[in-house]
T-cell receptor, first 114, second 114 residues
Framework: DQQVKQNSPSLSVQEGRISILNCDYTNSMFDYFLWYKKYPAEGPTFLIS?????DKNEDGRFTVFLNKSAKHLSLHIVPSQPGDSAVYFCAAAEGTGTASKLTFGTGTRLQVTL | DGGITQSPKYLFRKEGQNVTLSCEQN?????MYWYRQDPGQGLRLIYYSQIVNDFQKGDIAEGYSVSREKKESFPLTVTSAQKNPTAFYLC?????????????FGNGTRLTVT
């Protein structure tokens, strides 16, 4: 049973426009969420995170929104750049002391076109 | 530069042979993890270790074994008991397993078993 779902396997966005990547979860015990970015043949790199006590966290061009009632989070990238082309994974954890229990989504491949 | 080194990048083995994947970190992180990535799936946790000489099974530990004799090293052995060993294996570390710090990943080892 997939507890973290990224229903869009791919997304194509023009350079300069906004990219919105979505993630849904089913486990109501999740209270910490992270986004990772992955280039081919490399390991994922941490991008941004959000705790369930917040509904928004911003870091430069990247903003994560959390809607707890809908069990939905999204990553906004604005403006999108060609270097943002990668696979983005959403991950979730429940409670403190649970870095070991990160549950990952299946990823969304973002292609930023010129 | 601090980081996580996984070697080799590509590994080929015959069915029935055990194989050990190396993971070394110089980040002085307490916790280390092994994940497996298959096409169209998220990262799945195999084993994790929060401290030297201690490790725990993740979600898909069957057919794998690990050791944590040193803080810097967390090798993964894929045994002949693992039914579908061909996959991309990622090692990760974090400062600790509490407070849900982000994981830092290595660049992975792609294992092919024929």
């Amino acid at each position: 049973d997939q507890q973290v779902k990224q229903n869009s396997p791919s997304l194509s966005v023009q350079e300069g426009r906004i990219s919105i990547l979505n993630c849904d979860y089913t486990n109501s015990m999740f209270d910490y969420f992270l986004w990772y970015k992955k280039y081919p043949a490399e390991g994922p790199t941490f991008l941004i995170s959000i705790s369930s006590i917040k509904d928004k966290n911003e870091d430069g061009r990247f903003t994560v929104f959390l809607n707890k009632s809908a069990k939905h989070l999204s990553l906004h990238i604005v403006p999108s750049q060609p270097g943002d082309s990668a696979v983005y994974f959403c991950a979730a954890a429940e409670g403190t002391g649970t870095a070991s229990k990160l549950t990952f989504g299946t990823g969304t491949r973002l292609q930023v076109t010129l | 530069d601090g980081g996580i080194t996984q070697s080799p990048k590509y590994l080929f083995r015959k069915e029935g042979q055990n194989v050990t994947l190396s993971c070394e970190q110089n980040l002085n992180h307490d916790a280390m993890y092994w994940y497996r990535q298959d096409p169209g799936q998220g990262l799945r946790l195999i084993y994790y270790s929060q401290i030297v000489n201690d490790f725990q099974k993740g979600d898909i530990a069957e057919g794998y074994s690990v050791s944590r004799e040193k803080k810097e090293s967390f090798p993964l052995t894929v045994t002949s008991a693992q039914k579908n060993p061909t996959a991309f294996y990622l090692c990760a570390s974090s400062r600790g397993a509490t407070g849900t710090p982000p994981l830092h990943f290595g660049n992975g080892t792609r294992l092919t078993v024929t």
